[in-house]
């Protein structure tokens, strides 16, 4: 395994010998497995949390001996201190994948072996569906002229009105769209498709509409700042990349005007383009493919919100006696 340099890894709970070993995990996970920033993140701050936690139950600080000396009663005992928390079942998953990812790393580097973390019985998370918008609403969010009323430069109401188009057009990630070069996207009329980065930088092939090409072109021409072809396409006021924060924001004044409910983010226009293709008779593997879904099951979620539409048609014109 690689011993390539990691970035630092500083916490008063752990001593020398466990921090360098967390830091070329990260790293690890980062180089080898390309696991995204947000998720790298997210385990940092869980082994933050267990090492801090662990201090405590302890009442020393946690060395990279005694951490392989872990038992499940310590393991449950942070589990349960999550849980009092108000922490998430899906968030308390992901910690344990973590931690057991860190265990697995040191087991391979010859630093011991946690087995107390492959004994603990992963949280259950209940499914919940996601919550899509109305057809009619998912392409009011599309439409600039529904922000004539702001006062922002054109440019910026034209823009976010494309980044909302893609998204609900081509069911992308917010990071997707917005991670997109100038070169990726082609004119109106000389092409229909997006090649697109995902998760674990998967390529993938995506339709686009030619009036969102339209749309997107519309911005260009009229954005300020001058689109580099390995630039980004979607750039933000003072001509960087644009941050996912301006279109959330950008939702939450467009809900209010709308009548919206919070519901309605820039990642439910994904849900929504899923689940209006579902319900126009839309193939599930085919949906699996454009979302960019590493597995099946992920995308028969919609085929639960499908049922749901279906049982609310029924119950809204059933005659009953």
Same mark, same amino acid.
């Given at each position: ?124 998370? #209940? &499914? ?12 009011? !969010? $599309?439409?600039? @002229? =529904?922000? /004539? *009323? ?47 980065? #995902? &998760? ?12 969102? !090409? $339209?749309?997107? @072109? =519309?911005? /260009? *021409? ?63 593997? $085919? ?35």
């Amino acid at each position: 395994m690689s011993k390539a340099a990691a970035p630092p890894f500083e916490l008063a709970s752990a001593d020398p010998t466990i921090a360098p070993e967390i830091a070329r995990w990260l790293s690890h996970l980062g180089a080898e497995r390309r696991l995204s920033p947000k998720t790298l993140e997210a385990y940092a701050r869980d082994i933050r949390q267990c090492l801090d936690f662990l201090c405590t139950h302890w009442g020393e600080r946690v060395s990279l001996a005694r951490f392989a000396r872990l038992d499940a009663s310590d393991v449950r005992a942070f589990m349960a201190m999550r849980r009092a928390n108000d922490i998430s079942g899906r968030s308390l998953m992901r910690a344990l994948a973590g931690l057991r990812s860190f265990g697995r790393f040191l087991e391979c580097e010859g630093n011991g072996k946690v087995g107390a973390l492959s004994a603990i019985r992963a949280p259950k998370v #209940g &499914k919940s569906l996601p919550k899509p918008l109305p057809m009619a609403s998912a392409k009011r !969010l $599309a439409n600039a @002229d =529904e922000r /004539a *009323g702001e006062e922002r430069e054109t440019w910026i109401l034209v823009r976010d009105a494309a980044v909302m188009a893609l998204l609900y057009g081509s069911g992308l990630r917010i990071s997707e769209a917005l991670g997109l070069k100038r070169r990726d996207v082609p004119r109106p009329g000389e092409g229909d498709v997006l090649i697109v980065t #995902g &998760k674990g930088n998967k390529t993938r092939m995506v339709p686009v509409l030619q009036n969102v !090409l $339209a749309l997107i @072109d =519309e911005y /260009a *021409g009229l954005c300020p700042h001058p689109l580099a072809p390995d630039g980004p396409v979607f750039l933000g006021a003072r001509g960087g990349p644009l941050s996912p924060r301006i279109i959330q924001l950008a939702m939450e004044r467009l809900r209010g005007a709308l009548g919206l409910p919070d519901s309605a983010t820039p990642h439910a226009l994904r849900h929504s383009f899923a689940t209006h293709l579902l319900s126009r008779g839309g193939d599930l593997r $085919a949906i699996q493919e454009l979302l960019g879904h590493s597995s099946l099951s992920t995308t028969q979620v919609y085929t639960g919100i499908d049922s749901e539409r279906l049982l609310e048609v029924y119950a809204a014109a059933h005659p009953r006696r």
